[in-house]
């Protein structure tokens, strides 16, 4: 099975607007909310997928409880840490004009040292019956940039896979525990090591310095320009598929959570690589992470990888 950890989750509040103003009277056309927060985005994708996945992290409250509800509704199985703080809400607000995105991201209420032994022991229990673990997305106050450092140390220790996505601070202290996987965003990678990235050899050499430090597999994501990997002996460039762009809330999870799906199955590279460009293309066009299997196998046909290496 697969474990995500989210250490800050959400209730994803999506509004639609038509030509969106800041400053004025906006009237909605839409809502829809669904779970969220990274961690649980990549569970909602194994899920289609059919994997079999758990979520865990930091919950409380009413939302805690509504997401906790929403992900059971959903067959996915859930073991959180509850907290007595309100879990957050974050808003989306998609301009249906010019589709253009704003993410209104709370920083999470903080969470008590107390609680985190709860953390230590949920992750070290659900890592032993994981092939993969999953840990991704930002930390509420109260919390050490070095956590995730520490939980993918008691989740290698156990013999699990695992996957960071997260930036800053948090991403570069992670990196010491040396995780299987990275997947920073272009913006993340730049902002996270305090670089201009200027050309596809820049991203290129980032990413071999982080296999020099013991990362198996580095992807970044480009949005619309598509996604490179990097390992020791491979590096490939896939080419993003043009489609109208219906939300790009989760593309990134998507993706993390198809190459969580092509390790625990084995999968060559190059298939699983297609899959991860696959599900976050069907997340942006779709406006949401649920998808049947067969959609995401069906649109691999449309995903181009090259092998630079
Ligand atoms: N506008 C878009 N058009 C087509 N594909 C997209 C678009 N935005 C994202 N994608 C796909 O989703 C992947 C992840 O998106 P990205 O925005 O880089 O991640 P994140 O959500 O982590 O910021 C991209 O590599 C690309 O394959
Ligand atoms: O678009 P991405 O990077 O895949 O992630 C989207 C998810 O990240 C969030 O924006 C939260 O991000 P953070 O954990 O970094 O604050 C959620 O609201 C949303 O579900």
């Known amino acids: 099975m697969i474990t995500t950890v989210t250490l800050n989750p959400a209730v994803d509040k999506t509004i639609e607007i038509h030509g969106f103003k800041p400053g004025t009277v906006n009237r909605i056309l839409g809502t829809r909310i669904e779970a969220g927060g990274k ?69 999470g209420k903080r969470i008590e040292k107390i609680y985190l032994k709860g953390l230590y022991d949920l992750v070290e229990k659900w890592a032993e ?21 520490h939980l993918i140390e008691i989740a290698s220790n156990k013999g699990c896979k695992t996957i960071l996505d997260t930036e800053g601070e948090q991403l570069l202290q992670g990196i010491y525990a040396k995780p299987y996987m990275i997947k920073p965003n272009i913006d993340e990678l730049e902002s996270s090591l305090k670089v201009k990235i200027n050309n596809e050899n820049d991203i290129i050499n980032h990413c071999e310095g982080f296999i020099e430090k013991g990362i198996q597999f ?33 593309a990134g999870d998507s993706m993390v959570a198809a190459f969580a799906y092509g390790m625990m199955k084995d999968y060559p590279l190059e298939e699983t690589f297609k899959l991860a460009v696959a599900a976050a293309t069907l997340s942006v066009k779709k406006g949401t992470t649920l998808h049947a299997i067969h959609e995401i196998e069906n649109f691999k046909e449309k995903v181009n990888v090259k092998k630079l290496r």
């Open 39 to 107: 961690g649980i985005n990549v569970s909602k994708v194994l899920k289609s997928l059919g994997a079999s996945t758990l979520s865990t992290g930091f919950a409380g409250g009413e939302s805690g409880r509504w997401i906790n509800q929403w992900l059971k509704d959903k067959g996915i199985e859930t073991d959180f840490v509850w907290v007595d703080q309100e879990t957050r809400t974050n808003i989306k607000i998609i301009d249906t004009e010019t589709s253009i995105i704003t993410d209104i991201n709370d920083k």
């Open 129 to 149: 019956k994981s092939k993969v673990m999953v840990f991704a997305g930002s930390i509420p106050d109260g919390l050490s940039n070095s956590i995730y450092t």
């Open 218 to 250: 580095v992807v970044v994501s480009m949005g619309a320009e598509g996604a490179v990997f990097v390992s020791k002996k491979n590096v490939l460039r896939a080419e993003s598929v043009p489609v109208e762009v219906k939300s790009t809330v989760g």
